[in-house]
Structure formats: structure tokens, C-alpha cells
């Protein structure tokens, strides 16, 4: 029931058959229906059209009353030429109330997501004297408004002034509110000087009987709404002096591509011979200065978020999904669920198999607290090869336990090819090797997550775990670099430094080209000359890039790439400095090349029939691989904070002691301690 403080709207073309209610100081049942509403309707189009044959009905009264022939001929004319008054298109009831309230016509569908058809905008368009959108400006409304202009072209569409979403308005009746200490007759003018500004998509124009010309205006609404922006990029320092930064930008369903002025001009082209617009369009377009850097500046900025990472979760992007990991589950979902923004470049031109989640290893703890894990499937070539890396003891259970029959060891390394752990060996050897491969696994969701800890800020070390004779002893084609090749099949963009670079020290600008948007930073094959305390500060703070005929900037700590590393060699600066800031993982030498202590040569593409990552088209690998990523990824997750799944450190420890205390001080040690046989006469 009604009352002077709670008041109810009911409006109908029927009452007897239903009615739509609005309440406005009612927020959990505002809008509402008694009786049964049609599936579709237009709210206020009824009316209109009453309108329009009540018009008709009385200039048809008024033509047959009058014997004036001139009266007639002139009643005909204003007949011909009538229209009804604006009509604006609302988001609902509560704008299509508010526009009424100053004397508009107004029409409204049930629900925003509805589109007026072909017909009735025809009808509209015909008979009145003009027909705009009035849309709200949240993102919902935006998307509907753009829509509907894209549907019909010469719609004109006016948007609310962006102090509204500012002060958490997103509508016309959050406009009439704002403005509610304005007299009447003042809101009416502003509300007239607002629709002055209103946009339509067709931006070209004749006037006069002149040649056609563009409306820059009208362009760069139609470059909206088909996704056209201008960005500038962020930056950690600005030279006040020098010129705006600024590039050009398309984003279809938050994927954000680099666009350039002709490619602009050349979208546009082809959208007009799509929509069968004439030659003398087409020459415009293509003889118009509309598109040249100076003019496109205006276009609207945007703002945009590529963060795609918490402090508990990170997204990776494929043709068809994106993923989601979190410790707790690993999703797939579609662009539309996407609420940053990701550049085409970054995405990984695979499409995946959406149901390939199923576990790749489980892992656990025995009873004495010990890292074990059950391998699960067999089907992923890079976890094989992950496998096969932590082999450390692959003397003893495929050459040593055979030693004797050399046939059946070959026909057992056939039939366990890709196997962690063997009944030819202890438990603690098996364990050993479980860990190693553990370890990887974490290093790897490690790079793969791109939030930084600063309690946690490692540089991965990828080092041999063969014990080593001389710091010269290099184990070349055991698999250092393919572990990071996995990763860069999802971490395209890194930055790779050569270490064996003789500047490497000395090198000002040895980190220009990295960004934010650098993924990692490679040093591969580092020297052993070189002390890798040199890189303690970019580790564990923050990265000043020094960039070539440009001033320098500076990546904060969580901003900075993470740190990756390949060696051959120990560390000869062991200090705890240097320790808390490493994350060691170790190949086996199960991979080597033909060479002294060694029966044969044992290439990576042995195992597999062709060199790892070289999928053959239509192959299964690339889902599997990056669905054993991503749980390389949730593994790290849910490990990091209280249980660092470390390498055994055996052999790290003595090939770094062999690399603190040098080949000289060895070789003396060797010849020092030696034994001496006494004689016993």
C-alpha cells in the first residue's frame, strides 16, 4: 500500500492482465510484477505508437473538416512531415521514470541485457524526431551500450559524465540525484547541453551536398567501442623534459594487442566493405589524415592491469582458457572470466585439452619424515626427463647390477626407461632421488609463480651433481638448459645473459632490455672465474637498469625479475651471504656424451625418438606439458611457506668445497697426504 512516505509506482498497458511495480525506498523488492508479464516487451513503445495514431487520427479529422483546398495541401504536408518528440532509450524504470519527470519520452526493455529489434528501431527512427541511448556507465552497461551502437550504427548514445562513477553513480537517476540542488528548469538545461555530446558509430558525413568528410569525434567513438585506446606505459621514472611515452591499443575480451596507426586506417577499411558502404567511403578512409599520431592522440586513455599474480595464486593464458593455480586446485577458464588484462603476446598459442587435469605424482612423507613421491603418470616427456636427471645412482642400477650380464642389463634399462626408484638399490639411495626430483619440481613452480618473498628471494643455481676432480671438469649434455627450456615454453619473455661474457663485471648496461614484464633472467654457463657476489643486490632488491641513449630506471624488489643460473661449477664463495641466497637443483650425469669413464653416449632424444620440446603437430605433449607445469606450480604453492623441498646437498657441498679450495691447493693436499708404507725390515 502507498503512502506519502512510501510511495509505489505501478505502470501497465493492461492492468486486468499484469502490472510492473516500483518501489523505490523498498531495496530488497524494488521492481516486481503482479499478474503474468510477456517473455518480451518494450516498456513506453505502446504508448508512443497511441501516440503516433492519435497524431494521425486528428490530422485526418482536420483535413476532412477543412474546405480550404491550401488548408488541406498544408495539413498534408505537416502530416507527412510530422514526428513525435525525443525519445531516450533507458536502462530501466527508475531512468525511464527520471527522464519522463522532465519531459521526455521514454522506452525501456525488461532487462539491460535486451536489444531493441530491427523493427521497432525502424519504427522509432521513423517516426520520431530523434532516438538516443541513454546507457548506464558501469561495466555492464558499457558492454550493452556498445552493443546496441554497434547494431545500429547511426544510434546516437550519450554517457553520463564520469564524475558519476566517480562518486560511485553508474545512472541517470544517480545523475538527477547529484544535480537535485538544482532548480527545474536548470536540470532540464543541463540535461539538453548533455545530449549536445552524444556519439554515434557512423563517423562520416555529408553536409551540403558536399563531398563526404570524417567527424574525428564520431571516429574515435567508433574506435572505442571496437576496443582502440591510447596507453601509456608505466614507469618507474619520469623525465619531465621529454616526450609522452604512448602507443596505440586494441583489447577484445581483456586481451590487449599493439596497434599502429595504419593498422587503424586498414580495420576500419575493411569494416566499411564489410558493412557494403560504398567506393567513395573506402576513398575516404584511406585519403583521410584522421589517421596519423598527431590526430589519433585524443583517443580515449585507458588504464590497464596485467598483473597476473597474487602472493597465492598466478594465471597463464592459451588460445582457448587461461589457467588459474592456487594451492588448493588448479582451474581453466574462459576469457570473460578474466578481470586483468593479458598482451597477445604473452599468450601461449596452444589450445588445451580442458580435462587433462589429472595428477601427475603425489607426493608425501614416510614415517621418518622423509620427502617421497608416486609417480602417476608416464605419459609427460619433460618429466621423464626430469626423472632421468635425478637418476644419481644410474652406475649402480644399470651398469654395476649387470655388470655380469651386460644383455640383461640392457633389457632391463628398456623396460624401466623412466623409472625413479629400483629394487637394486637401498632406500636411501632411492630417497635420494625421489628428493632430487621433488626438488626440481619445486624450483620449477619456484620460476613458474612470479610474486617475490623477500624471505624467500633465491637465485636458481642448476649445477651437475657428478663429484668433480678439477675446477676444468665441465659435464656438458647432462640437461642443465633443458630444465629451463621446459619453462620458457610458458616464460617466453626472458632475458638471457651469456656467462661466459668477458664484460660480464663491467658492463653498465648489462641489464638493459629488462622491464617488469621480463618473466626471468638467465645467466647461462657462467664462468667459474667469476664470483657470483657480483649479483647479491639485483637477488635479494631491487634491479637499476642503465638502457643505452636513455635514462636509467629502477624495478623495486617485488617488480624485479626472478634470477635463474646454469654452471658447471661450484660456488668458491660459500658464506651463509651467499647460501640464503641460492635455490640448488643438480643433473645427474645419466645424460653424457661419449667420453673417458663412460660405456656409451646417452643423448636426451635417445629416450624420446626425437630432441625434446620438437612436438610433432597434432601431438599430445604440449596439454600434458603444460598441465605438469601448472602442478609443478600448485606444488610449490603448497610447499613453500613451511616445508622447502631442498636437493641433497652431498655432492653440491663437495663440488663447492672443490671450487673454494682450487686445483693448486689439491693437487699439493694430494701429494702431501700420502700414505707411507713403512718397511717392515
Given at each position: 500500500?502507498?503512502?506519502?512516505?512510501?510511495?509505489?509506482?505501478?505502470?501497465?498497458?493492461?492492468?486486468?492482465?499484469?502490472?510492473?511495480?516500483?518501489?523505490?525506498?523498498?531495496?530488497?523488492?524494488?521492481?516486481?510484477?503482479?499478474?503474468?508479464?510477456?517473455?518480451?516487451?518494450?516498456?513506453?513503445?505502446?504508448?508512443?505508437?497511441?501516440?503516433?495514431?492519435?497524431?494521425?487520427?486528428?490530422?485526418?479529422?482536420?483535413?476532412?473538416?477543412?474546405?480550404?483546398?491550401?488548408?488541406?495541401?498544408?495539413?498534408?504536408?505537416?502530416?507527412?512531415?510530422?514526428?513525435?518528440?525525443?525519445?531516450?532509450?533507458?536502462?530501466?524504470?527508475?531512468?525511464?521514470?527520471?527522464?519522463?519527470?522532465?519531459?521526455?519520452?521514454?522506452?525501456?526493455?525488461?532487462?539491460?541485457?535486451?536489444?531493441?529489434?530491427?523493427?521497432?528501431?525502424?519504427?522509432?527512427?521513423?517516426?520520431?524526431?530523434?532516438?538516443?541511448?541513454?546507457?548506464?556507465?558501469?561495466?555492464?552497461?558499457?558492454?550493452?551500450?556498445?552493443?546496441?551502437?554497434?547494431?545500429?550504427?547511426?544510434?546516437?548514445?550519450?554517457?553520463?559524465?564520469?564524475?558519476?562513477?566517480?562518486?560511485?553513480?553508474?545512472?541517470?537517476?544517480?545523475?538527477?540525484?547529484?544535480?537535485s540542488q538544482m532548480d527545474f528548469r536548470s536540470i532540464q538545461y543541463a540535461f539538453s547541453q548533455m545530449c549536445n555530446g552524444a556519439l554515434k558509430m557512423k563517423f562520416f558525413e555529408r553536409q551540403d551536398k558536399k563531398a563526404l568528410r570524417?567527424?574525428?569525434?564520431?571516429?574515435?567513438?567508433?574506435?572505442?567501442?571496437?576496443?582502440?585506446?591510447?596507453?601509456?606505459?608505466?614507469?618507474?621514472?619520469?623525465?619531465?623534459?621529454?616526450?609522452?611515452?604512448?602507443?596505440?591499443?586494441?583489447?577484445?575480451?581483456n586481451i590487449v594487442y599493439q596497434e599502429f596507426p595504419n593498422t587503424m586506417r586498414k580495420f576500419c577499411e575493411l569494416y566499411m566493405i564489410e558493412k557494403g558502404q560504398t567506393v567513395e567511403v573506402i576513398d575516404l578512409i584511406k585519403s583521410?589524415?584522421?589517421?596519423?599520431?598527431?590526430?589519433?592522440?585524443?583517443?580515449?586513455?585507458?588504464?590497464?592491469?596485467?598483473?597476473?599474480?597474487?602472493?597465492?595464486?598466478?594465471?597463464?593464458?592459451?588460445?582457448?582458457?587461461?589457467?588459474?593455480?592456487?594451492?588448493?586446485?588448479?582451474?581453466?577458464?574462459?576469457?570473460?572470466?578474466?578481470?586483468?588484462?593479458?598482451?597477445?603476446?604473452?599468450?601461449?598459442?596452444?589450445?588445451?585439452?580442458?580435462?587433462?587435469?589429472?595428477?601427475?605424482?603425489?607426493?608425501?612423507?614416510?614415517?621418518?619424515?622423509?620427502?617421497?613421491?608416486?609417480?602417476?603418470?608416464?605419459?609427460?616427456?619433460?618429466?621423464?626427463?626430469?626423472?632421468?636427471?635425478?637418476?644419481?645412482?644410474?652406475?649402480?642400477?644399470?651398469?654395476?647390477?649387470?655388470?655380469?650380464?651386460?644383455?640383461?642389463?640392457?633389457?632391463?634399462?628398456?623396460?624401466?626407461?623412466?623409472?625413479?626408484?629400483?629394487?637394486?638399490?637401498?632406500?636411501?639411495?632411492?630417497?635420494?632421488?625421489?628428493?632430487?626430483?621433488?626438488?626440481?619440481?619445486?624450483?620449477?613452480?619456484?620460476?613458474?609463480?612470479?610474486?617475490?618473498?623477500?624471505?624467500?628471494?633465491?637465485?636458481?643455481?642448476?649445477?651437475?651433481?657428478?663429484?668433480?676432480?678439477?675446477?676444468?671438469?665441465?659435464?656438458?649434455?647432462?640437461?642443465?638448459?633443458?630444465?629451463?627450456?621446459?619453462?620458457?615454453?610458458?616464460?617466453?619473455?626472458?632475458?638471457?645473459?651469456?656467462?661466459?661474457?668477458?664484460?660480464?663485471?663491467?658492463?653498465?648496461?648489462?641489464?638493459?632490455?629488462?622491464?617488469?614484464?621480463?618473466?626471468?633472467?638467465?645467466?647461462?654457463?657462467?664462468?667459474?672465474?667469476?664470483?657470483?657476489?657480483?649479483?647479491?643486490?639485483?637477488?635479494?632488491?631491487?634491479?637499476?637498469?642503465?638502457?643505452?641513449?636513455?635514462?636509467?630506471?629502477?624495478?623495486?624488489?617485488?617488480?624485479?625479475?626472478?634470477?635463474?643460473?646454469?654452471?658447471?661449477?661450484?660456488?668458491?664463495?660459500?658464506?651463509?651471504?651467499?647460501?640464503?641466497?641460492?635455490?640448488?637443483?643438480?643433473?645427474?650425469?645419466?645424460?653424457?656424451?661419449?667420453?673417458?669413464?663412460?660405456?656409451?653416449?646417452?643423448?636426451?632424444?635417445?629416450?624420446?625418438?626425437?630432441?625434446?620440446?620438437?612436438?610433432?603437430?597434432?601431438?599430445?605433449?604440449?596439454s600434458v606439458h603444460y598441465a605438469f607445469l601448472l602442478q609443478c606450480l600448485q606444488f610449490y604453492l603448497q610447499h613453500r611457506s613451511d616445508n622447502e623441498i631442498l636437493a641433497p646437498s652431498g655432492n653440491i657441498d663437495i663440488n663447492n668445497?672443490?671450487?673454494?679450495?682450487?686445483?693448486?691447493?689439491?693437487?699439493?693436499?694430494?701429494?702431501?697426504?700420502?700414505?707411507?708404507?713403512?718397511?717392515?725390515?
Open positions: 500500500k502507498a503512502s506519502d512516505t512510501w510511495p509505489i509506482f505501478a505502470y501497465t498497458p493492461n492492468q486486468k492482465e499484469w502490472v510492473k511495480l516500483y518501489t523505490p525506498h523498498d531495496k530488497e523488492h524494488k521492481h516486481g510484477y503482479l499478474g503474468t508479464k510477456p517473455t518480451r516487451y518494450v516498456h513506453g513503445l505502446e504508448r508512443l505508437q497511441k501516440m503516433w495514431d492519435a497524431e494521425m487520427k486528428d490530422f485526418d479529422e482536420r483535413i476532412k473538416k477543412s474546405e480550404d483546398a491550401v488548408e488541406k495541401l498544408r495539413l498534408g504536408k505537416e502530416k507527412q512531415d510530422f514526428k513525435l518528440d525525443t525519445v531516450f532509450i533507458a536502462s530501466g524504470g527508475s531512468d525511464g521514470l527520471n527522464i519522463a519527470s522532465l519531459g521526455y519520452n521514454a522506452i525501456w526493455l525488461n532487462s539491460e541485457g535486451e536489444q531493441l529489434t530491427h523493427e521497432e528501431y525502424t519504427w522509432l527512427t521513423k517516426h520520431c524526431k530523434a532516438l538516443y541511448n541513454l546507457p548506464d556507465i558501469d561495466k555492464p552497461g558499457l558492454k550493452y551500450a556498445y552493443k546496441l551502437a554497434e547494431k545500429y550504427w547511426s544510434l546516437k548514445t550519450i554517457y553520463l559524465p564520469k564524475k558519476i562513477a566517480d562518486k560511485n553513480g553508474k545512472d541517470f537517476r544517480d545523475w538527477m540525484r547529484f544535480n570524417v567527424k574525428p569525434s564520431y571516429l574515435h567513438y567508433f574506435l572505442k567501442v571496437k576496443g582502440f585506446y591510447i596507453y601509456y606505459p608505466e614507469k618507474q621514472f619520469i623525465n619531465r623534459s621529454a616526450e609522452q611515452d604512448f602507443i596505440f591499443v586494441r583489447i577484445n575480451d583521410t589524415t584522421a589517421f596519423t599520431d598527431k590526430n589519433l592522440m585524443s583517443l580515449d586513455p585507458i588504464e590497464l592491469n596485467f598483473e597476473n599474480f597474487t602472493h597465492d595464486s598466478q594465471q597463464y593464458y592459451f588460445d582457448n582458457v587461461f589457467a588459474e593455480v592456487t594451492a588448493d586446485k588448479i582451474e581453466y577458464k574462459t576469457y570473460d572470466k578474466l578481470n586483468t588484462y593479458v598482451w597477445n603476446d604473452k599468450i601461449v598459442r596452444h589450445t588445451l585439452v580442458k580435462n587433462d587435469l589429472t595428477p601427475f605424482f603425489e607426493y608425501s612423507k614416510d614415517d621418518n619424515g622423509k620427502h617421497r613421491v608416486n609417480i602417476l603418470r608416464k605419459d609427460c616427456e619433460y618429466m621423464n626427463f626430469l626423472i632421468n636427471t635425478s637418476r644419481v645412482h644410474w652406475r649402480k642400477e644399470l651398469e654395476e647390477y649387470f655388470a655380469d650380464d651386460p644383455e640383461a642389463g640392457k633389457k632391463y634399462h628398456d623396460e624401466n626407461r623412466f623409472r625413479l626408484t629400483s629394487d637394486h638399490l637401498s632406500d636411501d639411495e632411492n630417497n635420494e632421488q625421489e628428493t632430487h626430483f621433488l626438488s626440481k619440481l619445486f624450483a620449477i613452480g619456484y620460476m613458474l609463480h612470479k610474486a617475490k618473498i623477500r624471505s624467500f628471494a633465491r637465485m636458481l643455481y642448476i649445477m651437475d651433481n657428478a663429484e668433480k676432480e678439477s675446477d676444468e671438469e665441465r659435464n656438458g649434455g647432462s640437461g642443465k638448459s633443458m630444465i629451463m627450456d621446459g619453462v620458457d615454453c610458458v616464460l617466453r619473455n626472458r632475458f638471457r645473459v651469456d656467462g661466459m661474457n668477458e664484460n660480464l663485471l663491467t658492463d653498465r648496461f648489462l641489464w638493459d632490455g629488462v622491464t617488469k614484464e621480463t618473466d626471468y633472467i638467465l645467466i647461462e654457463d657462467l664462468a667459474a672465474k667469476f664470483d657470483i657476489t657480483f649479483l647479491y643486490n639485483v637477488i635479494t632488491s631491487s634491479i637499476t637498469v642503465n638502457k643505452k641513449f636513455s635514462s636509467s630506471f629502477e624495478l623495486d624488489f617485488f617488480n624485479a625479475p626472478k634470477f635463474a643460473l646454469t654452471r658447471n661449477f661450484g660456488l668458491r664463495n660459500i658464506l651463509r651471504s651467499t647460501l640464503r641466497r641460492i635455490l640448488f637443483i643438480t643433473t645427474s650425469d645419466y645424460y653424457h656424451p661419449l667420453s673417458p669413464g663412460y660405456n656409451e653416449e646417452r643423448r636426451v632424444s635417445n629416450d624420446f625418438g626425437h630432441d625434446l620440446f620438437a612436438w610433432p603437430k597434432g601431438s599430445k605433449q604440449p668445497m672443490h671450487a673454494a679450495i682450487g686445483d693448486h691447493f689439491n693437487d699439493w693436499a694430494d701429494n702431501y697426504f700420502v700414505e707411507t708404507i713403512q718397511d717392515p725390515d
